[in-house]
């Protein structure tokens, strides 16, 4: 059903959407047990999708084949959000929402999804205002790409903890119903992903975008993060120039020229480990699991302080791995293992040192 507002048409889906919700939802099981949600306003008296990192519950009710067939050109569609906020009360809105993404847009089945939200007047249950928010999907139906969803949150929250420059995410398990076939509704995880431009107000700061940005434009401890961290997960995907899977800051705050740099999008990295994500082709590297530094070449007394940090969140990494309740046993480890390596391989920092400048990037 695409967005041309036809008032009968959203009052079908919003029926739909609240019967749908009164069944007993059939499809993956929850793997912990969580405490009742609690209602989380903004000062706006919008629902704050990221006040919590408990796992939200929410339904998407829209016309889910033609989102598929027509998700190599994306358009907006029609579509009822509901989100549970107790174990007996939910709040709605209706929505448009669309298929998203680049190489995930082609590749899944079920691509990822943005949610935009509008300000309407007759609306007597509000969610959100005017705005979007992005939603990774599960991309295909099986317990791998399960998998995938959840290291992918791991990571960003595993980047929350190296800067508050970092998008926050939420883990929701969504029940997808098709307006035309709700007896076919299924349910899969995902997480949603905070909007940019409030990313950008949290940290007070704006997003820039321009094309003449190298990373010697970027204030050189936020770059030396993003460049470190993403070296740690062994993740190529990235490029300031580009601007590709990293966003650009600029403060409000303080008098700079220094942009701000935001890494996101961590399908493609060693420690998500996807069966499609391999490097690309001039890298000198065969998989994504092998570790390759883009960062710049900074001198050891830049180095050291960044690295220090890196160490002095082992713990903290590997404590928020072993507490993810949703990774099976086995991916559990294998997340473990790979951000141990990392440790492991640099007990020596010198050694580490030397081998993000064995790589590093002169002018980039």
């Not at 509000?126 to 998998?147: A, D, M, P, W, Y």
């Not at 992918?152 to 398990?173: A, I, M, Q």
């Not at 740690?232 to 120039?241: A, C, E, F, K």
């Amino acid at each position: 059903m695409k967005s041309n507002h036809n008032l009968p048409l959203l009052l079908i889906i919003s029926m739909l959407c609240t019967y749908s919700y009164s069944q007993e939802i059939v499809g993956i099981q929850d793997t912990a047990t969580h405490e009742p949600y609690k209602v989380e306003l903004t000062s706006k008296n919008d629902f704050d999708f990221f006040a919590s990192e408990e796992p939200l519950q929410i339904t998407l009710c829209f016309d889910i084949r033609e989102f598929i067939k027509t998700r190599s050109q994306p358009e907006y569609y029609d579509a009822r959000l509901t989100v549970k906020i107790s174990e007996n009360d939910s709040i709605s809105q209706n929505i448009k929402l669309k298929a998203r993404g680049i190489m995930r847009l082609s590749y899944c089945s079920f691509p990822p999804i943005l949610l935009k939200f509008k300000d309407s007047d007759n609306e007597t249950e509000r969610i959100q205002g005017k705005g979007s928010i992005k939603l990774v999907t599960h991309c295909n139906k099986s317990s791998s790409f399960e998998g995938y969803v959840f290291k992918e949150y791991l990571t960003y929250r595993l980047f929350n903890l190296v800067t508050p420059y970092s998008f926050k995410t939420r883990l929701v398990k969504i029940n997808y119903v098709d307006i035309n076939k709700p007896d076919n509704a299924f349910t899969a995880y995902g997480f949603l992903i905070e909007n940019e431009d409030k990313m950008a107000e949290r940290n007070n700061t704006v997003i820039i975008k321009n094309k003449n940005i190298t990373q010697r434009n970027m204030n050189s401890i936020d770059m030396e993060r993003v460049a470190v961290f993403n070296y740690m997960i062994g993740n190529t995907d990235w490029s300031v120039p580009l601007q590709h899977n990293v966003k650009i800051l600029k403060s409000l705050e303080v008098l700079s020229d220094k942009g701000i740099p935001v890494a996101y999008d961590f399908d493609y990295s060693g420690l998500v480990n996807t069966v499609y994500s391999a490097p690309a082709e001039e890298l000198p590297i065969k998989t994504v699991t092998e570790r390759y530094y883009l960062g710049l070449c900074f001198g050891d007394e830049e180095l050291e302080p960044i690295i220090d940090e890196f160490f002095g969140k082992q713990e903290q990494f590997l404590g928020t791995i072993h507490n993810f309740e949703y990774l099976s046993k086995g991916e559990k480890k294998q997340v473990e293992t790979y951000v141990n390596s990392f440790y492991k391989m640099y007990r020596n920092q010198n050694i580490l040192i030397s081998d993000l400048n064995r790589t590093c990037k002169q002018l980039y």
